[in-house]
């Protein structure tokens, strides 16, 4: 019935936008000073939201036919959902490339909500989301050049090569060289982001929306309010500019210890636009190439180990938090000033790109997640309890909230041992969190519909720095949880300095911080224990 219904209700609502709208668009083309953008939009509209309304009914039917008899926790069951799952990925990654622009963005989303969507879903959108996303032709390039610096390309550069080296979702990359020589990458947004984003945002909210009122426990409203306020933002090229540069001036000013080891490319501003981005150009190795990292010089182990410490530091010190480090926004080259380690091999220096979605996390809201994040390293129950509510979890899904923030179930979460948030990637711990999202679907839902969106950009941020991870190292490492526990620890307790007033408290936090580095010198004694142990039955 509910199947029937979202059929009919897609139907009727293309029907009733092209009918009703059909007058209104004629006349809004009419009297547009831009008609052919006017008319883009009127015309491909409706044809988009045919396709999400005929998609994702045929999703909803597959599952219910499907599965349809099949009695629950069966064998049978989990093998059609498997297969349900995977031909239902593929539509919606159908869907998102031929609608492209918000869809490509909404497909790489899905492709980092580990824990929260099926697997299949993960997989098929992280193998093509990221690597595959549409070209503007050299026209659509020269056009926006044309509207944003009033010239063509080759007349402002030197050097321009039609031939993007990258594409994204929002934008493509070109390689260039400025009149005084200097190589440039040239970030241009996609035409039709500008045309046609409100409309495709109020398309996805309407099918994300529907669905919800179908079928309750699909509520991903929270993924949608997300990109309404943080694509405006992306779709500014200037942000992104600013954010970079605020970035670095943190590191410097907060972190200088890292300040030489963490870069964002220069901002050329003369050759800056809301739409065109003009930096520096980098030649850096993708960090998820390891093959390239280690003909360079560097060892993946110290870039995984960067990568902690940076991220740390944005979150716990910051409070200023780059939200999209997914491999293609990550690259690494050796520290151009030669440093190498104790062992000879290169000390790697991290770089930035792509600087559009930042979150800032107020005072309350770090310290919170940094005691939280300090509690889980060190298994301390009633600090995650007391941590996880605080930020909005609730008195009966904290339990769940430690077991997505660390992809481990709660009797692990707990576990004394030092390796307990290891996740080593095999067969077995990835069926083992498979089942376990299975199982707690609904509750999932309910909890990422209860916390606050900072902590769901969070939680998007865990995922993407876990996936590089574990392309670097193979699986998750203890070495990185110890930097997490001494980074938000320190934190914490600057942030008490900060707060002490008198000689009293003063005392009680230098013994805090006594009892601190015993405790990390304990975890650094087990990590050294460990990597022996690897080392001998290797």
Same mark, same amino acid.
């Given at each position: 019935?509910?199947?029937?219904?979202?059929?009919?209700?897609? &139907?009727?609502?293309?029907?009733?936008?092209?009918?009703?709208?059909?007058?209104?668009?004629?006349?809004?083309?009419?009297?547009?000073?831009?008609?052919?953008?006017?008319?883009?939009?009127?015309?491909?509209?409706?044809? /988009?939201?045919?396709?999400?309304?005929?998609? #994702?009914?045929?999703?909803?039917?597959?599952?219910?036919?499907?599965?349809?008899?099949?009695?629950?926790?069966?064998?049978?069951?989990?093998?059609?959902?498997?297969?349900?799952?995977?031909?239902?990925?593929?539509?919606?990654? +159908?869907?998102?490339?031929?609608?492209?622009?918000?869809?490509?963005?909404?497909?790489?989303?899905?492709?980092?909500?580990?824990?929260?969507?099926?697997?299949?879903?993960?997989?098929?959108? $992280? #193998?093509?989301?990221?690597?595959?996303?549409?070209?503007?032709?050299?026209?659509?390039?020269?056009?926006?050049?044309?509207? +944003?610096?009033?010239? *063509?390309?080759?007349?402002?550069?030197?050097?321009?090569?039609?031939?993007?080296?990258? %594409? &994204?979702?929002?934008?493509?990359?070109?390689?260039?060289?400025?009149?005084?020589?200097?190589?440039?990458?040239?970030?241009?947004?996609?035409?039709?982001?500008?045309?046609?984003?409100?409309?495709?945002?109020?398309?996805?909210?309407? =099918?994300?929306?529907? @669905?919800?009122?179908?079928?309750?426990?699909?509520?991903? $409203?929270?993924?949608?309010?997300?990109? /309404?306020?943080?694509?405006?933002?992306?779709?500014?090229?200037?942000?992104?500019?600013?954010?970079?540069?605020?970035?670095?001036?943190?590191?410097?000013?907060?972190?200088?210890?890292?300040?030489?080891?963490?870069?964002?490319? !220069?901002?050329?501003?003369?050759?800056?636009?809301?739409?065109?981005?003009? *930096?520096?150009?980098?030649?850096?190795?993708?960090?998820?190439?390891?093959? +390239?990292?280690?003909? !360079?010089?560097?060892?993946?182990?110290?870039?995984?180990?960067?990568?902690?410490? &940076?991220?740390?530091? *944005?979150?716990? $010190?910051?409070?200023?938090?780059?939200?999209?480090?997914?491999?293609?926004?990550?690259?690494?080259?050796?520290?151009?000033?030669?440093?190498? %380690?104790?062992?000879?091999?290169?000390?790697?220096?991290?770089?930035?790109?792509?600087?559009?979605?930042?979150?800032?996390?107020?005072? %309350?809201?770090?310290?919170?997640?940094?005691?939280?994040?300090?509690?889980?390293?060190?298994?301390?129950?009633?600090?995650?309890?007391?941590?996880?509510?605080?930020?909005?979890?609730?008195?009966?899904?904290?339990?769940?909230?430690?077991?997505?923030?660390?992809? /481990?179930?709660?009797?692990?979460?707990?576990?004394?041992?030092?390796?307990?948030?290891?996740?080593?990637?095999?067969?077995?711990?990835?069926?083992?969190?498979?089942?376990?999202?299975?199982?707690?679907?609904?509750?999932? %839902?309910?909890?990422?519909? /209860?916390?606050?969106?900072?902590?769901?950009?969070?939680?998007?941020?865990?995922?993407?720095? !876990?996936?590089?991870?574990?392309? @670097?190292?193979?699986?998750?490492?203890?070495?990185?949880?110890?930097? =997490?526990?001494?980074?938000?620890?320190?934190?914490?307790?600057?942030?008490?300095?900060?707060?002490?007033?008198?000689?009293?408290?003063?005392?009680?936090?230098?013994?805090?911080?006594?009892?601190?580095?015993?405790?990390?010198?304990?975890?650094?004694?087990?990590?050294?224990?460990?990597?022996?142990?690897?080392?001998?039955?290797?």
């Amino acid at each position: 019935m509910a199947t029937r219904s979202l059929w009919r209700t897609g &139907a009727k609502l293309v029907v009733g936008a092209t009918t009703l709208g059909g007058g209104v668009a004629a006349a809004k083309i009419a009297t547009s000073d831009d008609p052919k953008t006017t008319f883009k939009i009127y015309t491909t509209v409706p044809v /988009r939201l045919l396709r999400d309304s005929v998609t #994702a009914a045929s999703i909803v039917f597959d599952y219910e036919y499907s599965l349809l008899g099949l009695p629950e926790g069966s064998d049978e069951r989990k093998r059609v959902k498997h297969e349900v799952h995977t031909r239902s990925a593929r539509r919606l990654q +159908e869907l998102c490339f031929r609608n492209g622009g918000i869809y490509i963005k909404l497909g790489q989303h899905i492709s980092q909500l580990e824990y929260v969507v099926p697997e299949e879903y993960v997989q098929t959108m $992280r #193998a093509s989301m990221l690597n595959k996303c549409p070209v503007s032709s050299y026209d659509q390039v020269c056009e926006v050049f044309k509207k +944003e610096l009033g010239a *063509m390309p080759e007349e402002i550069f030197d050097e321009f090569n039609p031939v993007p080296i990258a %594409s &994204a979702s929002l934008a493509q990359v070109h390689n260039a060289r400025t009149r005084d020589g200097q190589r440039v990458a040239v970030k241009v947004q996609h035409t039709h982001m500008t045309d046609t984003a409100a409309a495709d945002y109020a398309t996805v909210e309407l =099918i994300v929306n529907t @669905l919800n009122w179908f079928f309750p426990s699909f509520d991903y $409203r929270w993924l949608v309010d997300e990109m /309404r306020d943080s694509l405006p933002k992306e779709l500014n090229f200037l942000f992104e500019a600013k954010n970079s540069e605020k970035c670095l001036d943190n590191f410097r000013r907060l972190s200088p210890h890292l300040s030489d080891y963490v870069y964002a490319p !220069r901002v050329y501003w003369n050759l800056t636009t809301s739409k065109l981005l003009t *930096m520096e150009f980098i030649d850096g190795a993708q960090i998820n190439d390891v093959k +390239e990292i280690q003909r !360079r010089g560097i060892r993946p182990s110290d870039v995984a180990k960067l990568v902690s410490q &940076a991220f740390a530091e *944005m979150i716990y $010190r910051h409070g200023f938090v780059h939200c999209d480090p997914h491999a293609a926004n990550l690259l690494v080259r050796p520290m151009p000033s030669g440093k190498r %380690s104790i062992l000879g091999k290169r000390k790697p220096q991290l770089v930035l790109l792509d600087h559009g979605l930042y979150k800032e996390l107020d005072v %309350s809201t770090r310290t919170n997640y940094a005691a939280l994040w300090k509690a889980l390293v060190f298994a301390d129950a009633r600090a995650i309890k007391e941590n996880s509510v605080k930020l909005g979890a609730g008195e009966d899904l904290y339990a769940l909230f430690a077991g997505i923030l660390t992809m /481990r179930p709660w009797n692990k979460v707990i576990d004394p041992a030092a390796d307990h948030l290891v996740v080593q990637g095999t067969d077995s711990d990835r069926s083992e969190l498979q089942m376990y999202a299975s199982e707690y679907f609904p509750q999932i %839902s309910d909890l990422l519909g /209860r916390l606050p969106r900072v902590i769901l950009l969070m939680l998007k941020t865990n995922d993407c720095l !876990r996936a590089v991870n574990r392309s @670097l190292l193979q699986g998750s490492s203890l070495e990185t949880f110890l930097i =997490i526990g001494r980074v938000s620890s320190e934190a914490l307790l600057e942030t008490k300095r900060l707060q002490s007033k008198s000689f009293l408290s003063g005392l009680s936090i230098w013994l805090e911080e006594i009892l601190l580095e015993a405790r990390l010198f304990s975890l650094q004694i087990a990590v050294w224990l460990l990597q022996v142990r690897k080392a001998l039955s290797g």
